[in-house]
């Protein structure tokens, strides 16, 4: 070999060998599962790899979404510096035009239009640094009174279901640890096996430990099979099947009269209300068996510990609110909360779910899930922002009344931050219709997602491999995600697109941070004190004890892993119940002969949400490339569809065309479409607008459509 070759073959090997790694989180949902890049670079291009790391919640673990996460990170796609529309296109800009650009247009609509004329629109991907001083930048930066954030789609039911019950809101009630420790478990409307895949051994060591699994799922999902009972129910009755459940422990006095006497209120009513009703009309309503009913309370009923946990099958309902209150009388009557093996978990989707909606992104929410509209709150937190409490404005309304303002023109011009409102909300072409009316939009996103091509102006932001910041994961556990890859590009972080733009309108002295941390230690102050109480929880800490779990009132306390063991947290320490009736006064849609078949939506475990960051992520990608409709053997006969063709879906609002998935894991009379696509595929385009009066829920597990095979339509 020459010595020019053996030359070239060292320097490739050491280039080979040249290693770097980044530690960080999971982007992507709510178990914030930590991580760490691996970058080796070789002759010609980089290569990268991710693992899991050791932590206290998924302990290593990772799931396929997780192992790809850098994919999209990488993509030649990614925006890397401003971009405005001129003539219909967008263009690259300055950060300096963006920002005069933003002055001009925002400063005019407010002249003519007032304050509320603009509105924020966040996201519970951003950290809760980002969540808090969104919520800060709307009162305090652009003095309106609208905003709202993604969550309201997520959260919103469980949320105020145990905000009125408990009188705290706090997903889980207890740590992932309890699992296993549980005798009894009910998994309602959740398919944890693709939407929080690390959390499963949490489930199967309580099943070795010998623990009744019960599933509540319109569908076989891979969770109902870790199931000893899976209940099939018919979407959108699970208020009534509690009911179901309520009035065989009660009859068969599976109650805890202690706990019930000491702890909690609404007992009579509760019993007087369910005395009304018959095991067999909720056969009828559910579809599930009387003796399926008995056989799921007893199981739960009997055994001294267990847990509930709900997701959105239960909360995306037009009473979803009542159907977890359902599910919160039921742990309460039988006493399993405060205690080992014992709690309620409202599973958390995105990845700072929790955090999220803690820290006053919400329309009528101040820091530290406190009120907007109570004096105190407002007084504490205008001295905490340095301003005058008059200048605070008053409590908005919910994401999608936000796009029915925009719609009517009272609200003109948007900031849009972690979001895809085009392809998440019900009822979305009127939203597309709606912001395609806005004055002036300006999302700031890592893609032009389908949103963003509305835009007027894009503004580019970090990974979650370049932006540090806190994590409040479904446990209630608050992580820090570590970042520290350079931006590419002209790439900023959220928290400094923010300052920027404030102080680009004159608002630079309320928002002059240097890090993440700097804005943690004013959440700190801005939460003391409130239900969500931050103020003992410290970088230091966090990195100390791999995490700490809220409420952490002082510097001396260590979180509160197990809620209450002693007393609820309203004023009399009781938690409440009340009588649910079977069938909501809120109107939901019910098959008719021209929609005769129930949709519901939801996920699958390649893709996450809107799919803007994992339809970029080949490996992903690959795995589904485009949506499906999931339907019954009998179902496609009656309908003359085969297996893997093109299905029209048409609702009330409109069509999508989609291929079918024929399976005998979803009843006769409901089928199932994941949301994670957009533009012909949009499910949301079929789903009302109709939402819960309690919470602002929309309806996205039940829709009532019809369905048609393409091939018929073209003869
Ligand atoms: N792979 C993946 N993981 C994710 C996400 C993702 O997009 N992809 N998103 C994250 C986010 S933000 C969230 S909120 C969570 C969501 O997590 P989940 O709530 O678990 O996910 P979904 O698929 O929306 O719905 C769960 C189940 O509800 C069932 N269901 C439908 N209608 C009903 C009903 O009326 N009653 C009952 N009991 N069940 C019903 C569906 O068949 C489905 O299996 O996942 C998080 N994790
Ligand atoms: N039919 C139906 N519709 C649903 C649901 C359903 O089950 N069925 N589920 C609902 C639920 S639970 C949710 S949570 C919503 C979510 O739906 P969306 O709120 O639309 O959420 P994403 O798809 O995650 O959109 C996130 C956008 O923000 C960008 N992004 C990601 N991370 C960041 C960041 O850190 N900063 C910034 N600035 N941008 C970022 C992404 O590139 C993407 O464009 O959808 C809801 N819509
Ligand atoms: S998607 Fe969720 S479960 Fe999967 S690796 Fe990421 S954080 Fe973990
Ligand atoms: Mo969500």
New binding site residues.
Partial sequence: MTDLLLKYFRTKQQEVQSEKTYDTQCP???MQCKMQLIEQSVVTRKKYKSVGRDNPTSEGRLCV?GLNAHQHVFHRDRIKFPMKKVDGKFVRTTWKEAMELIKKNFTAIQEKHGHDALSCYGG?QLTNEEAYLFGKFARVALKTKYIDYNGRF??SAAATAANVAFGVDRGLTTRLTEIPKAQVIIL?????A???PTIMPYFERAKENGAFIIA????E?G?TKIADLHLQ??????AALVNGLLKVILDEGYIDEKFIEQRTNGYDELINHVATLTLEEIEEQTGVTVEDIKKAASAFGQKETGMIFT???????VDGYMAVRNFLNMIMLTGKIGKPGCGYGA????GN?QGGREHGQKADQLPGYRSIENPEHRAYISEVWGIDENELPRKGVSAYEMMEKVSEGEIRGMVLMASNPIVSNPNATFVKNALEKLDFLVTIDMFVSETAQLADLILPTSSYLENEGTFTNLEGRVTLREASKECPGEVKHDWQILCEIAATLGKEKYFTYSSSEDIFNELRIASKGGIADYFGITYDRIRKKEGMFWPCPSLDHDGTEIMFEESFAHQDQKGIMIPVPNVSEVKKEKVSEQYPLYL??????????TGVLTRKSPALAARNVESHIQLHPETAQIYGISDNELVSIESERGKIVVRSQISTEIRRDTV?V?F?WADSQNVNCLVPKDLDPTCRMPG???TTVNITPMVEMVN
């Fill in positions: 992507y949902c709510s979404k519970a997520c959260m309602a409307g959740t398919n944890i693709e939407c929080q509540i799922d319109p569908r999902t969770t129910v018919k979407p959108g009755t699970d997701a959105r099958g239960v909360e995306q309902q599973i958390t989707g995105q779910g519901t939506t939801g996920r699958v475990v390649a893709h996450y949400l199932f994941p994670h996205f597990k039940v």
